[in-house]
């Protein structure tokens, strides 16, 4: 069964923000976007969305949590610039059709963590905003993985 790791929707640019960075909100395409996964990830039995506490994570995951009335678990392990580690043990042990949402330093070394651990890539690699990855696991093992490009924001 399937895992879906999101990489969390547009965000204002880093250097056009004043406030802290893990306050960064995501800007109106980022919006359209996480309205856009909200409806496409609902078509899946979701019985859990873990996302990073940046407000651009929890932004993300929010529409779907409340479409699906599911609460959303905010966990440090899901932050930008943390080990792969922890984050890779929890993949092990969610429930079918989990949602994570964390950021595009993450995603990348969890996909290549996986891939040394054996699982194959299916297709190309997309790391841009609003991406999914569509974690396929085998008795609790990831043995497969695809990318899902990003919903269109520009028409949002």
Known sequence: MALYLVRHAKAGRRGSW??????RPLTKAGRAQAEALATWLANFPVPQI???PYVRCIQTVEPLAAKLDVAIEVT????EAVPFEPALQRLHSLPDHSVL???????????????RRGAVIDGATDWR????????????????????????????
Do not use: M, Q, Y
Not at 76 to 79: F, G, M, S, V, Y
Not at 101 to 115: E, K, N, Q, R, S
């Open 18 to 23: 004043d406030g802290p960075d893990h306050l």
């Open 101 to 115: 949402c964390t950021h595009g330093d993450l995603i990348p070394d969890l996909i290549d963590a996986l891939v």
């Open 50 to 52: 873990l996302s990073s």
């Open 129 to 156: 905003k609003g991406s999914t990855w569509v974690l396929t696991r085998e008795d609790g093992e990831v043995v497969r993985a695809h990318a899902v490009p990003p919903p269109d924001a520009d028409k949002g």
């Open 76 to 79: 440090e392990h899901l932050t």
